[in-house]
């Protein structure tokens, strides 16, 4: 018997089932795009708008408040929830390594990209996304194995060229925080004292960490430099701010 086919059918007989209009979610919307590590088994999960108090036993239906639609599509017929919403919602009770998997085969598999990726999770990260901070932790886990600039580290390049600023030098060597630590910077502007820090995706870091950032910052302003940071936020959802301390500091670092 030929499984996925007779899950497919009663996925199908769910949906069909519902007075409302439904599309496959979570797990079985993964499953339905082909998620790496995902297959198309029940409890099937299914969401519909808020305002209908629908149960299926063996299943789980879930309510939402807003499903736009760039956040539906149609996978060999079925309505399914996009793959980009759909690693939004798994990321909250799917493991680490597992989630890693899924979003790597995603951007593989072009369902998804990197920035239509954080423009969403800028979208959705106030409105009760639980697993956002997790999604971002992976995020950035994945981007060091792949090994290149950060999406964030690129993102605020392209502000730079966009304001039509020169730009800066990255992951330039600059000092030492300890005799064997050095301090490498993100982004360095040539001919000026500007150094610009991206702070990564973490919500909230550990003391330790916090210590190890204000011995770095520390150690560059005692020996003359300006720094800048910026936080994951302040990049996505001002832009302009961003680009307006950036211009302050490089017009005092000319008059200096």
Request: hydrophobic share 40%; glycine share 8%.
């Amino acid at each position: 018997m030929d499984h996925s086919t007779t899950h497919l059918g009663a996925l199908v007989a769910l949906l069909d089932s519902l007075p409302a209009d439904g599309w496959a979610c979570g797990p079985t919307a993964a499953a339905l795009h082909r998620f790496d590590g995902f297959a198309l088994r029940p409890p099937f999960h299914v969401v519909v708008e808020r305002g209908h108090n629908l149960q299926r036993v063996g299943h789980a239906i879930h309510t939402t408040l807003d499903l736009p639609p760039l956040d539906r599509e149609r996978v060999d017929g079925i309505a399914v929830v996009a793959p980009t919403r759909t690693l939004i919602e798994i990321a909250r009770t799917t493991p680490d390594d597992r989630l890693t998997i899924a979003l790597d085969g995603a951007i593989r598999d072009g369902l998804t990209t990197d920035d239509f990726l954080h423009r969403r999770i800028a979208d959705l990260r106030t409105r009760g996304r639980y697993g956002i901070p997790k999604l971002l932790r992976v995020i950035e886990g994945s981007e060091v194995s792949r090994g290149g600039q950060s999406w964030l580290e690129r993102e605020f390049l392209r502000l730079v060229a966009a304001a039509g600023l020169p730009t800066p030098a990255t992951q330039q060597v600059l000092g030492r925080r300890t005799p064997h630590t050095m301090i490498r910077v993100d982004f360095c502007f040539p001919g000026t004292s500007l150094v610009v820090e991206t702070s990564g995706y973490r919500f909230h870091r550990t003391p330790s960490q916090a210590s190890i950032d204000a011995a770095r910052v520390n150690r560059l302003v005692l020996d003359g430099w300006t720094v800048l940071p910026f936080t994951y936020r302040q990049v996505v959802d001002e832009p302009a701010n961003v680009i307006a301390s950036v211009c302050e500091a490089l017009a005092r670092s000319a008059a200096a």
